[in-house]
């Protein structure tokens, strides 16, 4: 079965930083290239980094991210994780991490983070 699930979200003041992560299992993680979206309140959900299987061949951020998040994985420990820092109120959003196999879309429940004074 597989499973994505996220945690390291919470509350953090404006220029702060917060690292989350993804525990990955029920398929082979090191396969894959994985993602992480989120979606901010009442908006649609949009991509905010991407890496490939091994995290050699590529990694892509959203505009609005570069500078400021890295996206990591770890494939022996079916990880993936994102550093975010010089958070700004912008960034608050549901935190999900995501990958795709053979035209199917896998999604964790995500993971709140709120960037506020």
């Known amino acids: 079965q597989v499973q994505l699930v996220e945690s390291g979200g919470g509350l953090v003041q404006p220029g702060g930083a917060l690292r989350l992560s993804c525990a990955a299992s029920?398929?082979?993680?090191?396969?894959?290239?994985t993602r992480w979206y989120r979606q901010p309140p009442g908006q649609e959900r949009e991509l905010v980094a991407s890496?490939?299987?091994?995290?050699?061949?590529?990694?892509n951020y959203a505009d609005s991210m570069k500078g400021r998040f890295t996206i990591s994985r770890d494939n022996a420990n079916n990880m993936v994780y994102l550093q975010m820092n010089s958070l700004k109120p912008e960034d608050t959003a549901v935190y999900y991490c995501s990958f795709s196999n053979s035209g199917n879309d896998y999604w964790g429940r995500g993971t709140q983070v709120t960037v506020s004074s």
């Open positions: 029920g398929f082979i993680f090191s396969a894959y290239a």
């Open positions: 890496i490939s299987r091994s995290g050699g061949t590529f990694i």
